[in-house]
């Protein structure tokens, strides 16, 4: 966990912030009955909100009607199961709008307040039967210290929940941000991501919520990549109860809104670390640091141009220095760069290897890069000297495991 | 080996037109002794001769040279090595330019005249000492029947020879285009590709062959993908010799052109699906034939998405018919489409079933799915609706031993 000067780690998860109950239930969607496959997250208040979707063409029946949902920049609750995508079904929008008017019977408020998601196997159809029977359950389930049981009911192939939340001072009022994710797989977010819901009890106005989050999504989520593959169910949504009594941030000028916006980075940062960290199939988690790029749209493009590449994927795997592959993927990311002027260096807790210089190889041990590659995470540096743009992406090593995962995942 | 009426299949590869000598030996550059590492080719007349590259912005060094040796379009023959890339090293483009040197001499002629090549490691010292002390033995090796030991030498992680060559009549006259090409890994070709080198005895002045060439490697090894990574040293020569004594080919507007090119489309596409067969780990040939898009620029984008789609590739390992990976790749490919109008059917030499229609899931026989998944060529048909554009892409699924083989290449 990274941690930021001002901001404070805590526990809690998604009910970490005021006003904010969750739960998580095995509903019957999965057949494991040892897996939960449905969460709720509700707020004692009505929410200012935002989301921000997949830019997939296909997209899933779920942010169709979230979309519609949070036209208004409300809402009060989230529901979402695991298990089945409800994409690329005949019937698949009525099925999410049902799954809000289920949520929002159990819950006693209007269906136009629910967030909706799924996750899951694309194409197959959801069957709303498990979700009808157990609402009432779930919905008494809810708790102050349910996050834990939420986060873990949204995972798929994922290893481990992915839990944040962060408590900092707004104008003399401590608020607290918090968010739970699912990764693994067809992780390669654009504009998006993958399942991330987020709480926090500040008082922020919707349309200053919404550019915050489209704002910290692009430095954070839009920078993970595990395969490449860009999912159709992409969304991360966050709702703001106010109940922290902070004065309205509805100014993007403000401090305030610049605070928040540092605490919410540092929520999607160390949850983009842990969706590459446990991607599908992943031993290692990567970082490739660039600087000196033209600008930081083409830091961008390098770092995650290097991160998404599968060969480079693979030696980092096998363990084995073969920065070939990163000067490679550097020359074919289209970015603006002097490739003569390229210097790289391998980086863990074990120590730091310059490999490449002036874009040729420079006479390194194999001894210490081996050891620098052994350690769980591995960060690699780019450095271009072609001018101030810098960016981070994160993402994982490709193994044996990934193809098995991938080889035979609806059965 | 896809057959095409008006031409023969004929054997003898990149020897099979008149007046091409070839030649492969075992040099030293790798260390196993059974592995040959060293190839040359030579025509018995100056040639007409074309070439294309690969657009990654690092370029392999013999890439460099190559380009300015071609800047007459001429050449006579061709040397390549395997086993070492001559990449990212800071004396690169000095000790390719000696390659050429080492072979005109002894060919006696001049070095200007020379093709060279690299393939294998990127960023590793390439030694001359086992080119110089084995140039006079591959000189002397050269034979009229020595175009599978060429192919051979070439190699790097590729399972089999990569060899096509076919005759025709071009006014009269029969001709003959030949090729042999490396793949394998590091396969995303980009205006360029892989290693390959055509041969040809039919007479076409260099500026129609280079038309011919690169529109025909537009939809060959442009449309092949193994995993995604564009290599630094990809390119695909042709010398042509002109001793079949047809007419010269100084037009594109021409008939013969027209024949010529298809002859070489047949060269170049078998070799494509080659390679895409042959990628390294591979079990499964991928074929993904688009029809009914906009254009066939949006048709290329969809047909290269999926066969690129980790997800896609492993599903195909794993003989699992997840379809909705393949409308997640159309989905985020940013072609343009109807996705409620896309129709999918999984087609082999079991039999073909549809998937997908109407963008939703069609109930199917998952017992047929798996017959049909089960074979060593599989063919995906995407229908559109959208219009009249159609594209094929080639691609391999991705497996254990991909991994395995990149995880541990250089030692």
Known sequence: MIKYEGLELVSGGVCAPK???????????????????????????????????????????PILVTQQNLKNGKAQAVIVNSGNANTCNADGEAKAAAMCEIAGKALNLPEEDVIVASTGVIGQVLELEPIVSHAEELAKALSYEGGHDAANAILTTDTCEKEVAVRFELAGKTCTIAGMAKGSGMIHPNMATMLCFMTTDAAIDHEVLQKALSTVVNDTFNMVSVDGDTSTNDMASIMANGMAGNPLIDSVESEEYELFREALFAVLMNLSRMIAGDGEGATKLLECVVTGAVDTQNAKIIAKSVITSNLFKCAMFGEDANWGRILCAIGYSKADL?????????????????????????????EKAAEILKEEEIKIIVNLGDGNGKAVAWGCDLTYNYVKINGDYRT
Do not use: P, W
């Open 19 to 61: 006003g904010f109950k969750a739960a998580g239930v095995h509903c019957g969607i999965r057949k494991n009955r040892a897996k939960k496959d449905l969460a709720m997250i509700c707020s004692d208040q009505l929410c200012d909100a935002a989301a921000v979707y997949t830019q997939n063409l296909v997209k899933g029946a």
């Open 338 to 366: 002097d490739i003569h002027k390229v210097e790289v260096i391998l980086s863990s807790e074990a120590g730091s290897l310059q490999v490449c210089k002036n874009g040729a190889g420079v006479a390194f041990s194999e």
